[in-house]
């Protein structure tokens, strides 16, 4: 293990008093670049695996991939928590602290951030564990699809503490700026999970043949052995900061300082996760066909947010270390130019999905009912994927900034635009998926709108005395 990780990661010589980070004099957009390129490198991994992954299901009949799609967005929602919301969290103020030259105070708030990490996994996987069966009842499933989606998520949820943690100390990697150390572990871990999940979905060799429920098991695995590596590279090889578990001092401060932030920006995948739940149950109606073609094309906007998520991890360290160095109106330049590339990257992958969209639906599928549902979402929806990685890269951008109330209020705008524009439909015994559809695009733009309007407008820096520009 450490001679992979003497690959991975070259060990740095311990700085106790690091000087200022370069990260403050440094060229805004090649530098973001160069932090980002490594981390859009092991998410566009993720994104294949994600894929790999469906395809595997895919394999085993409509009933499983009917059952992946209920129970993909819950595995979502625990990778955007601990991931996004707590994840980034960790990172904006582990970054704040080193911008402002207290290690020791970083090091003290990312031990608590890891142990703050396991109660939450705990918490989330005795709630899944518990009352998964009701949950996937309520957004439609039955029979075949339910056992298929509590097979999955019965699975993941067992060992999500894995996943919990490895997310949490990717965060803290990236907070020293060692993006390339997360990345490359993050890699590794992709290129295990898709191998484990192929050996265990279909019994290959002397394994046992797990169907559907190979595939978490091998996000649990592979997430086991990432934060195995993170753990040793954070507590013996990074120059910036050491992790320390002996003789630390377990107090409140840095967990309400966690919680206080990192708690509001939950509410972001939870909005996120309600929009995809209402959508779900209306495409429910429509048969199993409209729901299984759905899920495929709502997978690749899923599948977006890892691929901003590289950009948005680089602001955040960024935006961090500028808010901790009280340089707030340099941050406020990285912050758009971090979403000026994620526009640019998202909205091409929208163009090409929203253009040949068959290129994405039949990786899936040879149903062609189901093809044909997924290739009117795509159509509709992927040409607003530029809107979509705007705001997702603002938000992780307001983490680095520890101001994430606006973004949050304009992700519960775009809810309200959904939820209300599918009760409306609902009322109409005419509807049909595209108009659905339709309200999707129309959220993703208003929430891009208002979270850039605010954060125009001031959302840093009012009521925020330690924002003072420099």
């Known amino acids: 293990m450490r001679t992979l990780l003497e690959k991975i990661a070259p060990e740095g010589h311990d700085v106790a008093n690091a000087p200022p980070s370069p990260l403050l004099t440094a060229p805004i957009g090649p530098t973001l670049l160069r932090l980002a390129a490594p981390n859009i490198v092991s998410m566009v991994m993720s994104s294949l695996t994600m894929m790999t992954e469906a395809f595997y299901v895919g394999q085993l009949g409509t009933a499983p991939l009917a059952g992946l799609a209920l129970a993909f967005p819950m595995m979502m929602l625990m990778g955007m928590l601990s991931a996004g919301a707590f994840g980034g969290t960790i990172t904006g103020a582990v970054s704040r602290r080193l911008g402002a030259g207290d290690r020791a105070g970083a090091e003290e708030l990312a031990v608590h951030a890891v142990l703050l990490m396991v109660v939450l996994a705990s918490l989330c996987a005795a709630v899944f564990l518990a009352g998964g069966r009701f949950i996937y009842g309520a ?56 191998s484990i999940a192929g050996v265990l979905v279909f019994g290959l060799g002397p394994f046992p043949r797990l169907g559907i429920a190979g595939a978490p098991a091998g996000i649990v695995i592979s997430s086991t052995i990432a934060t195995i590596l993170m753990l040793i590279f954070l507590t013996t090889r990074c120059r910036e900061l050491r992790l320390h578990f002996t003789g630390v001092k377990l107090h409140w401060a840095p967990i309400i300082a966690i919680l206080r932030i990192g708690g509001l920006a939950a509410i972001n995948p939870f909005c996120t996760l309600a929009s995809v739940l209402v959508i779900t149950a209306s495409m429910a109606r429509f048969g199993t066909d409209v729901l299984a073609g759905y899920g495929i094309g709502a997978r690749l906007e899923f599948l977006v947010v ?56 039949n990786l899936f599928t040879a149903d062609e009912a189901v093809r044909a549902a997924c290739r009117s979402y795509l159509q509709i929806v992927a040409p607003f994927y ?18 994430v109330l606006w973004p949050v209020i304009a992700a519960v705008v775009r809810v309200v635009v959904i939820v209300g524009g599918s009760a409306v439909l609902a009322g109409n015994p005419g509807a049909q998926p595209a108009q659905y559809f339709m309200i999707i695009a129309a959220g993703m733009v208003t929430h891009a709108l208002v979270t850039a309007s605010a954060i125009r407008l001031g959302a840093w820096t009012q009521g925020n005395p330690e924002a003072a520009t420099r």
């Open 139 to 194: 957004l439609g499933g039955t029979g075949a699809v339910l056992e298929q989606a509590l097979a999955y998520s019965d699975t993941l949820f067992l060992g999500c503490v894995s996943l919990w943690l490895s997310n949490a100390l990717a965060g803290i990697v990236r907070a020293t700026g060692n993006m390339g150390v997360a990345a490359r572990i993050g890699v590794m871990g992709s290129v295990l999970q898709v």
């Open 386 to 403: 530029a809107f979509f990685g705007v705001a997702t890269c603002l938000f992780f951008a307001s983490q680095g900034a520890g101001r």
């Open 306 to 361: 890892p691929m901003i998520f590289g950009l948005g991890a680089a602001s955040t360290a960024m935006v961090g270390v500028h808010f901790g160095a009280r340089e707030i109106a340099r941050a406020h330049t990285v912050a758009w130019t971090a979403a000026g590339f994620s526009a640019i990257l998202a909205g091409a992958i929208g163009l090409v999905a929203s253009l040949f969209p068959g290129l994405w639906a």
